[in-house]
């Protein structure tokens, strides 16, 4: 066993090195500059109109009821759908890890990558509503694929490309729910529990090689609760999701609040060394200071996406279930996802490790670098709370408990990606297979180790990203083409036709249905 896992470390090292390199952050960072410039910085110059129709929309009956219409969900389920993908364990172990590897100054390398990742999901969501379509079993299907293979693939010569980079997309996509979707997700629950509830007399237990019959219990049982919702179906993930995402946000970023509020002499100090390390964290690591920065700049980035999943490609596959018409307010919320995601959570958790006596030594020295004994990247928020909350361990026992919602629906989130992926292509008849084989690989989480679990979801987030970010880069154009059509419609209050599809059928339905809803 200790052999195998040797080898696909070796070999997933390689790979990691190559799509986590200069290209890949380039390319990640680059696709979001682009759209953020030729859409004139939407996401700062409308910002009060993606706030309106996403958070100031959230008691409006027609983006909060459920959709009676086979296969798509309200724009909420949408998003908290989304959002049980995203709000995981990148944005508790995740930005743990970053600070850990790359110092205070990753936290700022994060913002960065998601400010300007709002706008890459943006533009993810806005093709993914503009070229989906109906599947046989008349529900709706949209993602990557589909505005690569019919949007990059129908451009002169671009066809075979299109078609390829699709197929390549859904390969890597199907992959990365078993990395970031499932295995990633399921080893931080199971390191995190372990931490904080006595688990010995099963821990003690070698069922093999480094695997206890704690780990192959929880992985078991984890694996069962998945089963029982996944097989259900979207309707059934999304049921779950509105009902546990707002929950499970509002009480963990309570906590936060608490502590900060509690350790308020170092929140100041903490923005200092968020700000100071992301360009000079010589003073706790030392050594050649481009090759610091460079791996402060690479965690940060790599975090936030993993966090945020802007630029995957992923959250676009259920964005396109909304029973929106209009691609521009998809893409809105695509926006929202990624500030509530990273621009809230992640740095409420940033704030915890910081301030909670970090400053000091406590947890986490942020002038050091260096992570108190007895902790690692997978439990050192939960030892920031329980530095605060410390009777009965309830902190850390806290923060085990939110692992477990945010890493667990994670899965949830994740298998709809995989399933969609799959549906694209073998058929929306045989997605059932696939959702089965995502159940399956739970246990693998539970028995590898941290960083190998982390180091995969890595990986398949890289593969899957590039030919994503091809896709978005190739299609910005268009992308600016429907923002400005529907400003025009909205602000201007010009009478032209709205760009709702590009499938002629479906443009001219979806203009039936807003003449028969007015």
């Known amino acids: 066993m200790d052999k195998i896992l040797q080898t696909i470390e070796n070999v997933n090292g390689e790979i990691n090195g190559v799509v986590w390199g200069t290209f890949g952050l380039l390319l990640l960072v680059g696709t979001g500059i682009i759209v953020t410039l030729l859409t004139k910085f939407f996401q700062v110059s409308h910002i009060g109109l993606w706030f309106k129709h996403t958070l100031g929309s959230l008691f409006s009956k027609d983006v909060i009821k459920h959709s009676k219409e086979k296969g798509s969900i309200s724009p909420f389920q949408a998003l908290c759908t989304a959002l049980v993908a995203t709000v995981g364990t990148g944005n508790i172990a995740g930005v743990a890890t970053a600070i850990w590897i790359g110092g205070a100054g990753a936290v700022f390398w994060m913002w960065v990558a998601a400010f300007f990742g709002m706008m890459t999901n ?132 309570a906590g936060s609040l608490v502590i900060i509020a509690i350790n308020y002499a170092n929140i100041i100090p903490a923005f200092k060394a968020i700000f100071v390390n992301a ?26 996406v993993f966090s945020n999943e802007a630029g995957l490609g992923s959250s676009v596959m259920v964005h396109s279930n909304s029973n929106i018409k209009e691609p521009v307010k998809q893409g809105m919320w695509g926006i929202f996802e990624v500030f509530a995601d990273t621009m809230v959570v992640c740095t409420m958790t940033a704030l915890v490790i910081l301030t909670a006596g970090g400053l000091n030594g406590g947890v986490f020295n942020a002038v050091t670098g260096e992570i108190a004994e ?32 945010f890493a667990f629906t994670t899965v949830l989130g994740w298998s709809h990606y995989g399933s969609k992926a799959w549906e694209y292509l073998f058929g929306a008849k045989t997605t059932f297979i696939f959702r089965i084989i995502h159940v399956c690989t739970v246990i693998f989480g539970a028995i590898l180790t941290s960083s190998l679990a982390w180091d995969i979801s890595d990986t398949f987030n890289g593969l899957m990203m590039i030919p994503n970010l091809i896709g978005v880069l190739a299609l910005s154009p268009l992308v600016v083409k429907i923002t400005r059509n529907y400003l025009r419609r909205v602000k201007k209050k010009e009478n032209i036709e709205p760009m709702y599809n590009v499938d002629p059928e479906i443009q001219a339905e979806e203009m039936a249905r807003v003449i028969s809803e007015d």
Not at 282 to 288: I, P, R, S
Not at 380 to 404: C, D, E, R
Request: aromatic fraction near 12%; proline fraction near 1%; hydrophobic fraction near 50%.
């Open 122 to 253: 943006y533009a993810e969501n806005v093709l993914g509503i503009y070229y989906r379509r109906k599947n046989e079993k008349d529900e709706w299907s949209g993602g990557a694929m589909y505005y690569l293979a019919d949007g990059l693939g129908k451009k002169k010569g671009m066809k075979w490309v299109g078609k390829v980079l699709a197929v390549l997309f859904c390969i890597f996509a199907m992959l990365a729910s078993f990395g970031i979707g499932s295995m990633g997700q399921v080893n931080k629950i199971v390191t995190n529990v372990a931490q904080a509830f006595d688990v010995s007399a099963l821990s003690s237990i070698e069922v093999f090689s480094g695997v206890s019959l704690y780990n192959i219990i929880l992985g078991a049982l984890i694996m069962l609760l998945t089963a029982l919702i996944t097989l259900g179906g979207l309707k059934r993930i999304a049921n779950v999701a509105e009902k546990i995402v707002p929950f499970m946000v509002v009480l963990f970023v």
């Open 279 to 304: 360009f000079s964290p010589e003073a706790f690591v030392g050594g050649g200071i481009g090759a610091v920065i460079g791996k402060v700049v690479t965690q940060g980035f790599k975090r936030g």
């Open 374 to 405: 007895g902790y690692t990247d997978a439990t050192l928020v939960g030892g920031a709370f329980n530095s605060v909350f410390s009777w009965g361990g309830i902190g850390q026992k806290f923060i085990a408990i939110a692992m477990f919602l």
